[in-house]
Nanobody, 130 residues
């Protein structure tokens, strides 16, 4: 198993930036998990934001964040990051970190479906004011 703890959320004005972090802990080696960020706004379904492969060479982004958000990971620190720039009010949501340790975790293109991910953090709130 793996435990995930997000941090870095907060209140920011439109056009601003935030960097989210997700610290992982557990017995299994962190680099054997594909990692992703999802978000959920009030009254809406959880949606995919970005994902990254084991070693970080491959990434996948939702169209809505492409060019503004960057996912990265530091396997030596057991941490995955989400750098969010040019934030918009519609980015307001609770952001969740997720880990995929199953057969699909080695996919050349990191998966975007929430059902692919086995472990989830508690989430961190991001609020973007206009």
């Amino acid at each position: 198993q793996i435990q995930l703890v997000e941090s870095g959320g907060g209140l920011v004005q439109a056009g601003g930036s935030l960097r989210l972090s997700c610290a992982a802990s557990g017995r299994r080696t962190f680099s054997t998990y594909a990692m992703a960020w999802f978000r959920q706004a009030p009254g809406k379904e959880r949606e995919f934001v970005a994902a990254i492969s084991w070693g970080g060479a491959s990434t996948n982004y939702a169209d809505s964040v492409l060019g503004r958000f960057t996912i990265s990971r530091d396997n030596a620190k057991n941490t995955v990051y989400l750098q969010m720039n040019s934030l918009k009010p519609e980015d307001t949501a609770v952001y969740y970190c997720a880990a995929d340790g199953g057969p699909s975790s080695g996919s050349p293109i990191p998966r975007a479906g929430p059902n692919e991910y086995d472990y989830w953090g508690q989430g961190t709130q991001v609020t973007v004011s206009s």
